[in-house]
């Protein structure tokens, strides 16, 4: 239970404060087998906030579909631009799942 708190409290910060939306581009992208055979991937990205270059990197999810090359949506907090995550990552999938196995955990 507390792990996935911890788990899914960062990440449910992070949706709630990044709320600027730009353009990026989907630098590369990796992968690995996960278990039970579940491929976990990650992408890093590039984006521009008021002309300023940010480049990231996704945490490792199961839910995210990336292409190098590719344009992406990204989310980003106004006050620290250099917060941001993917739309479509597989971010708010997560803290539902997290979520979602918490309140089960409590009822």
Not at 40 to 68: D, I
């Amino acid at each position: 239970m507390l792990a996935g708190a911890l788990y899914a409290l960062p990440k449910y910060y992070k949706i709630c404060t990044c709320k600027s939306k730009t353009e990026g581009r989907i630098l590369s992208v990796s992968s690995t087998a996960g278990a039970e055979k579940h491929t976990a991937v990650s992408a890093v990205y590039v984006y521009y906030v008021n002309g300023v270059r940010y480049a990231a990197k996704t945490g490792w999810t199961t839910f995210g579909c990336f292409a190098g090359g590719r344009p992406c949506s990204v989310r980003y907090n106004a006050n620290h631009p250099q917060r941001s995550f993917l739309c479509k990552s597989g971010i708010v999938k997560a803290v539902f799942i997290s979520t979602a196995r918490l309140a089960r955990f409590f009822s």
